[in-house]
């Protein structure tokens, strides 16, 4: 039996989109559709489904096929794939995920739109010294309803792909983490993401939020709007330590197709 999908990006995170049927979608599913070669190719599945009071429910599944608690590059392009459903351009949906409910107001053009996403609380939760056996790093833990480990300073890619893998699976971390790599000059922060069950990525909308709220929280920016540019383009995010933060950015539809 085939499965119908949809294939969306968002800076370049792409992700395969699915609603979901009476079939389970397998963590063994996932890896297969999202392998480069010989699938579809993608960061990650975002399996839609209806959700009680909300419009839908998103469940992101990973391309090692972890399960984390949410994607903020994912949701936008969830609010696009159900903004096409239904016809509209523009619209408020409440989207739930595994760290609760989030507001997306979407703009959309076509197959293109434009998403701010309430992100609910981002919270730092302080500094915390890492031992990586041959040296020790310090790094500001942040919740965006997922975990985040950010470190500041200029990094070469060498930096990232050799410290990135080995915070985002330390045994400080229960769970592992997202892990941050971000220089702060005035109201910009260029970012470099390690994600936790990808790798380096083009963008994480997550690890744009939570590394705004601790570049605020320590006094490195103190813009109320700040500008954060990944490999894969820029989002706008609105960081607050104590209420919502939010964060705009893009999402388009690729193409769709079906998949055994």
Same mark, same amino acid.
């Given at each position: 039996?085939?499965?119908?999908?949809?294939?969306?990006?968002?800076l370049g995170?792409d992700f395969?989109?699915?609603?979901?049927?009476?079939?389970?979608?397998?963590?063994?599913?996932a890896?297969?559709?999202?392998?480069r070669?010989?699938?579809?190719?993608?960061?990650?599945?975002?399996?839609v489904? =209806?959700?009680g009071?909300?419009? *839908? !429910?998103?469940?992101?599944?990973?391309? @090692?096929g972890? &399960?984390? #608690?949410?994607?903020?590059?994912g949701?936008?392009c969830?609010a696009l794939?159900?903004?096409?459903?239904?016809k509209?351009?523009h619209?408020?949906y409440v989207?739930?995920?595994?760290?609760?409910?989030?507001?997306?107001?979407?703009d959309r053009?076509?197959s293109?739109?434009?998403?701010r996403?309430?992100?609910?609380?981002v919270?730092?939760?302080?500094?915390?010294e890492?031992d990586?056996?041959?040296e020790?790093?310090t790094v500001?833990?942040?919740?965006?309803?997922?975990p985040h480990?950010?470190?500041?300073?200029?990094?070469?890619?060498a930096?990232?792909?050799?410290?990135?893998?080995?915070?985002?699976?330390?045994?400080?971390f229960?769970? =592992?983490?997202?892990?941050e790599? *971000? !220089?702060?000059h005035?109201?910009?922060? @260029?970012?470099? &993401?390690w #994600?936790?069950?990808?790798?380096?990525t083009l963008?994480?909308?997550?690890?744009?939020?939570?590394?705004?709220?601790?570049?605020?929280a320590?006094?490195l920016?103190?813009?109320?709007?700040?500008?954060?540019?990944l490999?894969g383009?820029?989002?706008?995010?609105?960081?607050s330590g104590?209420g919502a933060?939010?964060?705009?950015?893009?999402?388009?539809?690729?193409?769709r197709?079906?998949?055994?």
């Open positions: 039996m085939t499965r119908r999908f949809a294939k969306y990006e968002g995170n395969v989109v699915i609603d979901a049927d009476d079939r389970e979608l397998t963590t063994g599913d890896i297969r559709i999202c392998d070669r010989r699938g579809i190719g993608g960061d990650g599945v975002l399996v489904s =209806g959700h009071e909300s419009d *839908a !429910h998103m469940k992101v599944i990973n391309a @090692d972890s &399960v984390p #608690e949410m994607c903020g590059n949701i936008r969830v794939h159900l903004a096409i459903a239904r509209a351009s619209a408020d989207i739930a995920t595994d760290a609760g409910p989030r507001t997306c107001s979407i053009n076509g293109a739109a434009d998403v996403v309430d992100m609910g609380a919270r730092f939760l302080g500094d915390r890492i990586l056996g041959t020790r790093v500001a833990v942040a919740t965006a309803g997922n480990a950010i470190l500041f300073g200029k990094f070469d890619a930096r990232v792909d050799t410290l990135g893998p080995r915070i985002a699976v330390h045994g400080a229960e769970a =592992g983490t997202n892990v790599f *971000a !220089h702060v005035g109201s910009e922060i @260029d970012l470099v &993401v #994600e936790r069950g990808v790798g380096r963008a994480c909308g997550t690890g744009a939020c939570a590394t705004a709220v601790v570049a605020r320590k006094k920016a103190t813009a109320a709007h700040l500008h954060v540019t490999p383009g820029a989002l706008d995010v609105e960081p104590e933060t939010f964060m705009t950015g893009p999402a388009r539809l690729v193409f197709g079906e998949v055994e």
